[in-house]
């Protein structure tokens, strides 16, 4: 599934819920003449809110042709307000996805204790094909249907149906999208951050990346070592994962953290009364997914009960609502929560979009005959999530665009990032820190043993926020410590009580 900053930071926008390797006379495009950025009322109330300002840059569809068609990225900034003397430059953010608009993360500094995001100009980004920038990726509106196909391919029927779905999903790509989709691998969006860079007039930039994020940011150092000053990498993506084998690895993480959420359940049974034990509940839940595949509720099939409920493995702040809705359903048969989060939860250009740069980053397998192996393995162990996620990849069997090598992550061995991650983060799980730190070997890893949430900082863990707050403000970083493991550790934001 989508690896990407699922609940929004700025409280007036909710988000529900990689590469080329460069030829070298590509690794460092032509420095072009700088465009000037016009800074604009923005059309987003939630926007002005924050007190952000808004432009659009053109930039290369194709860099290797700066002087070819061209493409429009949408971009929002808040200016720092500290004295000039204490000013420390842009910060470029992006959220996660790939596919997830990020202009709103231009209000992000606000959130960052004592006043250490005030010395920094925050620029939010809708990526290249995301949202308003333009061409904005889009497919089929209709694909996220009700009561679509039942994930779990034993049946021949339901094999045949998601494989032609898929099929069909590629294809309408192809059709409606045009040249834009040879050009959406991270490594465009790279060379995108540096376009922004030069049109800002800044020598050098600082990262803020979520998730997918943190990939960006790791191919944009790799790409332009000169160029980037401060990076925080939160809920690092593994860059010898991409993008096949890291689908994989989050399935085995997603079981684990269903199972730690039905636990949690087992300890309210007082409250929600969906049985005493994580076993028993785990059954009651697997139970109505079984009972829905073979009659579809108002809509709601096994499929979407599975995606409503996956958000319990990605972030503990969504337990309680999540904890009402089963509750609720099991017995009030209130299945209108579940039909509205499904709903809110999905949308086609985001997919679209994700689909674009995952199935063009790197080669996936060729064969369907791997999927299937590969997956039915790893279902018999973890079956939560691992036939859901196959199929949100699955058009990458199909995609009508050419998928590239992946850039070679080297490390920066100047760079002092500080890469952070909760030790049972699913969606990136945090072998992918361990190797991020092991490759920018001056970066520092904060960890947060036991927690279960997804690129969760700056959302009040005060240990976490103030080293945030201390490495933007002045650089500080913990001491490294020897072997593979964390320089320092923050406990996690407690779990929610009913």
């Not at 949408?74 to 720092?80: K, P």
């Not at 009700?146 to 294809?171: E, G, I």
């Not at 579940?338 to 674009?356: L, V």
């Not at 192996?373 to 990458?396: L, M, Y």
Request: with cysteine.
């Amino acid at each position: 599934m989508a690896v990407s900053r699922r609940v929004a930071i700025v409280a007036a926008v909710v988000s529900v819920m990689g590469l080329l390797t460069c030829l070298p006379s590509q690794a460092q495009p032509r420095q072009h003449a700088r465009s000037r950025l016009h800074w604009a009322r923005c059309a987003s109330a939630d926007l002005r809110a924050v007190g952000a300002r808004c432009a659009t840059l053109r930039v290369p569809l194709d860099y290797s042709r700066p002087a070819g068609a061209s493409i429009t990225l949408a971009l929002a900034r808040v200016r720092h307000s500290v004295p000039a003397s204490r000013y420390k430059g842009v910060m470029l953010t992006n959220p996660g996805g790939p596919g997830s608009a990020g202009r709103y993360l231009a209000g992000i500094g606000a959130y960052v204790p004592r006043n250490a995001g005030a010395a920094y100009d925050w620029i939010g980004i809708d990526p290249r094909g995301v949202g308003a920038s333009r061409p904005a990726v889009s497919c089929n509106t209709h694909y996220f249907t009700f009561n679509r196909p039942n994930y779990d391919p034993s049946r021949p029927a339901n094999l045949q149906a998601w494989r032609s779905r898929t099929k069909r999903f590629a294809a309408a790509c192809g059709r409606n999208n045009g040249a834009i989709l040879e050009h959406m691998t991270t490594a465009d969006s790279a060379r995108d951050l540096n376009a922004i860079r030069m049109a800002l007039g800044a020598q050098k930039i600082n990262f803020y990346g979520f998730s997918y994020g943190t990939y960006l940011g790791q191919v944009y150092a790799t790409l332009f070592p000169t160029h980037i000053a401060r990076m925080v990498l939160d809920s690092n993506v593994n860059p010898t994962r991409i993008w096949y084998g890291a689908n994989l690895d989050q399935d085995r993480a997603f079981q684990r953290n269903s199972t730690i959420w039905f636990r949690w359940l087992a300890r309210y049974n007082a409250v929600y009364h969906l049985g005493s034990t994580e076993h028993a509940v785990e059954q009651r839940w697997y139970r109505i997914r079984s009972r829905l595949a073979k009659h579809a509720d108002h809509g709601i099939g096994p499929d979407e009960w599975t995606d409503v409920f996956l958000d319990a493995e990605y972030y503990q702040s969504t337990w309680l609502n999540l904890a009402h809705w089963f509750a609720g359903y099991v017995h009030r048969h209130d299945y209108k929560a579940i039909r509205s989060a499904y709903a809110a939860a999905h949308n086609e250009k985001e997919f679209a979009a994700y689909n674009a740069v995952q199935c063009t980053d790197a080669q996936w397998p060729k064969s369907w005959h791997t999927w299937a192996h590969d997956n039915s393995r790893v279902n018999k162990k973890a079956p939560f999530e691992t036939w859901a996620n196959a199929w949100f990849n699955a058009p990458c069997l199909y995609w009508p665009a050419p998928a590239h090598p992946p850039v070679t992550i080297t490390g920066n061995g100047k760079l002092g990032a500080l890469l952070i991650d909760e030790t049972n983060d699913a969606a990136t799980p945090y072998s992918g820190s361990l190797e991020v730190r092991n490759l920018f070997r001056r970066s520092r890893l904060i960890a947060l043993p036991g927690g279960t949430s997804h690129a969760n900082s700056l959302f009040g863990d005060a240990c976490l926020d103030n080293r945030i707050a201390a490495y933007l403000k002045s650089g500080r970083l913990p001491p490294r410590k020897p072997g593979t493991t964390a320089d320092a550790k923050c406990a996690p934001l407690p779990r929610p009580r009913p």
